[in-house]
């Protein structure tokens, strides 16, 4: 392969959103890997020894389950903005321990773990968070009341990203 097929690839991969594509053909190993928070492309170019058929795995992240239009009471969230953003010192803040990708359900057949307006306690189930393919299920390390879902249904969070208002009293 010349420089050219391989920018060629590189901007095929990039478009495709591909995480990482692997392509062996001869004496010639290329990996390509993006990087979707970063927008880092890595390329490796190694020789190989022996001989392989040529071959291109592409690897990508399977499609998130679509979203259903259930959502948080979003009417009194809203009405209630103001004055929930005056009180926030009074609230505690559940933050996402992880990267990933943030589920208010255990699956898209099932009901949200919890609803604005559900009593909570220590280690109840609020959401999962989807890593490198892993669900992660967050637990609550707090009891109270749940006043407010700071994200939404198949969003990416980061770490240390708030997910929820809970009032302790």
Do not use: W
């Not at 990039?14 to 928070?37: F, H, N, R």
């Not at 071959?55 to 004055?83: H, W």
């Not at 010192?89 to 057949?109: A, E, H, L």
Request: proline letters at 8%; aromatic letters at 4%; charged letters at 25%.
């Amino acid at each position: 392969m010349d420089l050219k097929e391989i920018q060629n690839l590189i901007k095929f991969v990039a478009k495709s959103g591909a995480s990482e594509v692997k392509l062996e053909t001869g004496d010639v190993k290329i990996t390509i890997k993006t990087g979707s928070d970063d927008k880092e492309t890595i390329v490796q170019h190694v020789p190989m020894a022996g001989q392989m058929p040529q071959q291109m795995p592409v690897q990508q992240q399977a499609p998130s389950p679509a979203p259903e239009p259930a959502q948080q009471s979003g009417s009194s969230s809203s009405d209630k903005k103001e004055s929930a953003s005056e009180d926030n010192s009074n609230y505690i803040t559940v933050k996402s321990p992880i990267i990933g990708t943030f589920y208010r359900k255990p699956s898209p057949d099932k009901s949200v773990f919890v609803e604005v307006g559900d009593s909570i306690k220590e280690g109840d189930v609020l959401c999962v968070i989807e890593a490198m393919k892993l669900f992660n299920e967050i637990e609550s390390e707090v009891s109270g009341k749940i006043v407010k879902v700071l994200v939404d249904d198949s969003s990416p969070v980061e770490f240390d990203q708030p997910l929820f208002l809970v009032d302790p009293s």
